[in-house]
């Protein structure tokens, strides 16, 4: 028997019991979910600081790809169940464009109970699963490849703040011995592949499930260990044999989340990382041969990565009370714990990896601000002087890992908000950065084979159908298409009653269309054009032509085609523009563009159906932009600086905006007007219980329109008689799969 604490934290008329997971409001307990307890506690925990949409994301969801939606949604949850201060404020304030606060005054304490301490559960192996498994090779030519050289600056991502002791055993059995070298860490990364030379990519599918968590691939890349997410909170621990793709069960289910795995440079143990809901991360370490998990050291931010003779590792701590991200050495046995380097707040420090001469360390730098201010840096491992790798700016950074020669390292990235993440090589001599794979999937976690011939990667895809709703009368909503994925988000109404659609098949993004019951469906443009098409479809309302975004030339513009796929002409040739839209005469089409003026700002502008000079239409933060059926307005998303996240009604000229709505959510909705032009539909982005909503343009109240039990919506529209809504919703899966062939970029 010990003593153990009960920890709670005090406000207004709530009551949070840390230790139990409950939250009280004058002693009865309200009801959430425990994502959007995992919100509250992490913006209490850090009261009267901002807290950043990227490291509450990774606070909440540290091994899961969620969009920034889902993070919104739980905000929205936690305003209605806490209501307002006694002075009429929300408890959670919006800082526009760098995240959320605690306001309210705050009180925390313990109160010490004796506890039982509880025997570590029994480890079990299950029987062998086979992994289902396939290979594809996609082909296609060179000019597609984005290669990059620019002067070199400094920046990155996230720092994650202190938590609580976690203490965990688990033990574990025997299993058959690993090989040789490699590391990994947690994190999460749109078109087709690409290769240089050869130009085909080799891609084998390992798991079929759809939860995988966290992944490593041996040094001698004969066996995976990876993460299985059960529940929300619980998780267990896999090895699979690559030869024979069986798998086993290595460390029983156990309510923990567990991340960053790293295989010794000898191969014979698994590091990872595990912890429990908000308490810190520990480092763990499980011996190839079997037995009992040891606990090595706490605080353990990231992925470990170890030195070419496997006597240290290097990893990140944030220190808050010194507002610093910070890398850390220590022995191979936890002890001996040094610092190397320090990133002054806001910026931040991902994942390290160390090369395998031993002289340097890579890892991501950067600000937690959703703009384009990530970049890579190398530390010297032996006194810790910081280089810029590369000028090349990202959005997002997740892992990285060094080719053998030590003269690249391979990361997962992307560039634009609306760009998938994808696998990249950056040359350390050069800092050229060219992107590797280039598809509709987003890739998440990366760890690379002794030799350098193999990527294991984590793939995220969307699993979605259409439903067709009738209007005012949501209960009746019907699924019209039935398999696992395909519809990747935006649909349009043809003026006959059809429907194009994003579509992804073989791996490779398309446009195809169908009739209203989900039947005859053709494809219009694929992988046989060779080229990158990404969607983002709309209709002209004459008939004549299909408006989308494509990436064919490297830079994602705005295209046209026939209704039957045929006659393509590129209309606009600016960077980043995405989200057409037709005006209802047929002669314009507006979209989102975004400037390139040290923050990257998303603004509206138009392009003749025929091309020619764009012409800019606003000026504010604004995105996604829908034309109102009379021709006569433009709905985009909107931010201002005083204004958190909302919805601005614009002329069809541009200028300033006319009337401007708050929304239920948070960041860029997608946009639809009904067919009279008098509301707006939106979505509220959520990753759970997907809901649309009506807003009246004449203004008032938004009115919930449909809610459905499950899955988010990814893209809906209007028919043009206004009777039926067509909606694309489901899920997100993640699965990992080997790449190979990659490996000749020069």
Same mark, same amino acid.
């Given at each position: 028997?010990?003593?153990?604490?009960?920890? =709670? &934290?005090?406000?207004?008329?709530?009551?949070?019991?840390?230790?139990?997971?409950?939250?009280?409001?004058?002693?009865?307990?309200?009801?959430?979910?425990?994502?959007?307890?995992?919100?509250?506690?992490?913006?209490?925990?850090?009261?009267?600081?901002?807290?950043?949409?990227?490291?509450?994301?990774?606070?909440?969801?540290?091994?899961?790809?969620?969009?920034?939606?889902?993070?919104?949604?739980?905000?929205?949850?936690?305003?209605?169940?806490?209501?307002?201060?006694?002075?009429?404020?929300?408890?959670?304030?919006?800082?526009?464009?760098?995240?959320? @606060?605690?306001?309210?005054?705050?009180?925390?304490?313990?109160?010490?109970?004796?506890?039982?301490?509880?025997?570590?559960?029994?480890?079990?192996?299950?029987?062998?699963?086979?992994?289902?498994?396939?290979?594809?090779?996609?082909?296609?030519?060179?000019?597609?490849?984005?290669?990059?050289? *620019?002067?070199?600056?400094?920046?990155?991502?996230?720092?994650?703040? @202190?938590?609580?002791?976690?203490?965990?055993?688990?033990?574990?059995?025997?299993?058959?011995?690993?090989?040789?070298?490699?590391?990994?860490?947690?994190?999460?990364?749109?078109?087709?592949?690409? /290769?240089?030379?050869?130009?085909?990519?080799?891609?084998?599918?390992?798991?079929?499930?759809? %939860?995988?968590?966290?992944?490593?691939?041996?040094? !001698?890349?004969?066996?995976?260990?990876?993460?299985?997410?059960?529940?929300?909170?619980?998780?267990?621990?896999?090895?699979?044999?690559?030869?024979?793709?069986?798998?086993?069960?290595?460390?029983?289910?156990?309510?923990?989340?567990?991340?960053?795995?790293? =295989?010794?440079?000898?191969?014979?143990?698994?590091? &990872?990382?595990?912890?429990?809901?908000?308490?810190?991360?520990?480092?763990?370490?499980?011996?190839?041969?079997?037995?009992?998990?040891?606990?090595?050291?706490?605080?353990?931010?990231?992925?470990?990565?170890?030195?070419?003779?496997?006597? @240290?590792?290097?990893?990140?701590?944030?220190?808050?009370?010194?507002?610093?991200?910070?890398?850390?050495?220590?022995?191979?046995?936890?002890?001996?714990?040094?610092?190397?380097?320090?990133?002054?707040?806001?910026?931040?420090?991902? !994942?390290?990896?160390?090369?395998?001469?031993?002289?340097?360390?890579?890892?991501?730098?950067?600000?937690?601000?959703?703009?384009?201010? /990530?970049?890579?840096?190398?530390?010297?491992?032996? !006194?810790?002087?910081?280089?810029?790798?590369?000028?090349?700016?990202?959005?997002?950074?997740?892992?990285?890992?060094?080719?053998?020669?030590?003269?690249?390292?391979?990361?997962?990235?992307?560039?634009?908000?609306?760009?998938?993440?994808?696998?990249?090589?950056?040359?350390?001599?050069?800092?050229?950065?060219?992107?590797?794979?280039?598809?509709? /999937?987003?890739?998440?976690?990366?760890?690379?084979?002794?030799?350098?011939?193999?990527?294991?990667?984590?793939?995220?895809?969307?699993?979605?159908?259409?439903?067709?709703?009738?209007?005012?009368?949501?209960?009746?909503?019907?699924?019209?298409?039935?398999?696992?994925?395909?519809?990747?988000?935006?649909?349009? +109404?043809?003026?006959?009653?059809?429907?194009?659609?994003?579509?992804?098949?073989?791996?490779?993004?398309?446009?195809?269309?169908?009739?209203?019951?989900?039947?005859?469906?053709?494809?219009?443009?694929?992988? *046989?054009?060779?080229?990158?098409?990404?969607? @983002?479809?709309?209709?002209?309302?004459?008939?004549?032509?299909?408006?989308?975004?494509?990436?064919?030339?490297?830079?994602?513009?705005?295209?046209?085609?026939?209704?039957?796929?045929?006659?393509?002409? *590129?209309?606009?040739?600016?960077?980043?523009?995405?989200?057409? &839209?037709?005006?209802?005469?047929?002669?314009?089409?507006?979209?989102?563009?975004?400037?390139?003026?040290?923050?990257?700002?998303?603004?509206?502008?138009?392009?003749?159906?025929?091309?020619?000079?764009?012409?800019?239409?606003?000026?504010?933060?604004?995105?996604?932009?829908?034309?109102?059926?009379?021709?006569?307005?433009?709905?985009?998303?909107?931010?201002?600086?005083?204004?958190? +996240?909302?919805?601005?009604?614009?002329?069809?000229?541009?200028?300033?905006?006319?009337?401007?709505?708050?929304? %239920?959510?948070?960041?860029?909705?997608?946009?639809?007007?009904?067919?009279?032009?008098?509301?707006?539909?939106?979505?509220?982005?959520?990753?759970?219980?997907?809901?649309? +909503?009506?807003?009246?343009?004449?203004?008032?109240?938004?009115?919930?329109?449909?809610?459905?039990?499950?899955?988010?919506?990814?893209?809906?529209? +209007?028919?043009?008689?206004?009777?039926?809504?067509?909606?694309?919703?489901?899920?997100?899966?993640?699965?990992?799969?080997?790449?190979?062939?990659?490996?000749?970029?020069?």
């Amino acid at each position: 028997m010990s003593n153990s604490s009960k920890h =709670f &934290y005090d406000f207004d008329r709530f009551r949070i019991d840390a230790t139990e997971r409950v939250l009280l409001s004058d002693g009865e307990i309200v009801t959430l979910t425990q994502k959007a307890f995992d919100v509250l506690l992490a913006l209490v925990e850090r009261r009267g600081q901002i807290v950043s949409k990227e490291e509450l994301m990774e606070l909440v969801w540290p091994d899961t790809f969620v969009e920034e939606g889902n993070l919104s949604q739980n905000i929205y949850t936690l305003r209605k169940a806490l209501g307002q201060t006694n002075d009429g404020q929300d408890f959670i304030k919006t800082i526009p464009k760098r995240g959320y @606060r605690f306001v309210s005054t705050v009180s925390e304490h313990k109160e010490f109970q004796p506890e039982v301490i509880p025997e570590s559960p029994a480890a079990r192996i299950l029987p062998s699963k086979p992994a289902a498994s396939n290979s594809v090779v996609v082909q296609f030519p060179r000019e597609h490849r984005a290669t990059v050289r *620019q002067p070199v600056e400094e920046s990155w991502r996230h720092s994650i703040s @202190r938590h609580k002791v976690l203490v965990v055993t688990l033990a574990v059995l025997f299993l058959g011995s690993v090989g040789s070298l490699i590391w990994l860490g947690n994190s999460s990364g749109w078109n087709l592949f690409t /290769n240089n030379s050869t130009g085909k990519l080799t891609l084998t599918n390992l798991t079929t499930t759809g %939860n995988v968590a966290s992944s490593a691939i041996s040094p !001698d890349g004969k066996f995976v260990a990876y993460a299985v997410t059960e529940t929300p909170q619980r998780s267990s621990l896999w090895l699979m044999q690559l030869a024979s793709l069986n798998a086993q069960q290595i460390v029983a289910p156990a309510e923990l989340q567990y991340h960053a795995m790293t =295989f010794s440079p000898d191969g014979q143990f698994i590091y &990872y990382v595990a912890r429990e809901s908000q308490s810190p991360r520990t480092l763990f370490k499980v011996s190839a041969l079997g037995g009992a998990s040891k606990k090595l050291l706490d605080d353990v931010q990231t992925a470990i990565s170890f030195s070419p003779d496997g006597s @240290r590792f290097v990893f990140r701590r944030a220190i808050d009370d010194r507002r610093e991200a910070v890398l850390f050495i220590a022995n191979a046995d936890g002890s001996g714990v040094k610092e190397l380097a320090a990133i002054k707040y806001p910026e931040g420090i991902g !994942d390290p990896a160390w090369s395998p001469d031993g002289k340097l360390i890579a890892c991501a730098v950067g600000q937690p601000d959703g703009n384009a201010n /990530n970049s890579v840096i190398a530390v010297r491992a032996d !006194d810790g002087a910081i280089k810029p790798m590369s000028a090349q700016r990202f959005r997002w950074i997740g892992q990285l890992a060094w080719l053998p020669d030590s003269s690249a390292v391979m990361l997962v990235a992307n560039q634009e908000p609306t760009q998938t993440r994808q696998v990249w090589r950056l040359n350390y001599a050069t800092g050229e950065v060219r992107r590797v794979t280039n598809d509709s /999937n987003t890739y998440n976690r990366l760890s690379l084979s002794a030799d350098g011939k193999t990527i294991l990667a984590s793939q995220i895809k969307q699993v979605t159908n259409v439903w067709m709703i009738p209007r005012n009368e949501p209960q009746r909503a019907q699924q019209i298409t039935f398999g696992a994925g395909g519809y990747r988000g935006r649909l349009a +109404w043809t003026p006959d009653g059809r429907i194009v659609f994003d579509s992804e098949a073989a791996n490779a993004a398309t446009i195809s269309v169908m009739n209203a019951d989900g039947s005859n469906q053709k494809l219009l443009l694929g992988e *046989q054009s060779n080229k990158a098409y990404t969607g @983002r479809v709309h209709v002209s309302p004459n008939g004549r032509y299909i408006v989308f975004a494509s990436e064919a030339t490297g830079t994602r513009n705005i295209w046209r085609m026939n209704m039957d796929g045929g006659n393509l002409m *590129q209309l606009t040739n600016g960077d980043g523009e995405d989200s057409p &839209y037709c005006s209802p005469d047929g002669r314009w089409v507006v979209y989102t563009r975004l400037e390139r003026k040290g923050i990257d700002r998303p603004t509206i502008w138009r392009v003749s159906i025929d091309g020619g000079e764009p012409q800019q239409l606003t000026h504010e933060f604004t995105s996604s932009p829908a034309v109102s059926p009379d021709g006569k307005w433009i709905a985009c998303g909107y931010s201002a600086p005083n204004m958190p +996240w909302g919805i601005a009604l614009y002329t069809f000229d541009g200028g300033a905006p006319i009337k401007t709505f708050s929304h %239920n959510a948070e960041g860029f909705p997608l946009i639809r007007w009904t067919h009279d032009s008098r509301f707006l539909t939106y979505d509220d982005n959520p990753i759970g219980p997907a809901k649309l +909503w009506l807003q009246p343009v004449e203004g008032g109240e938004p009115k919930l329109l449909t809610e459905f039990a499950s899955d988010r919506i990814f893209g809906f529209d +209007w028919s043009p008689d206004g009777e039926r809504l067509a909606v694309v919703r489901g899920l997100w899966a993640t699965n990992i799969v080997l790449i190979k062939d990659f490996d000749d970029f020069d």
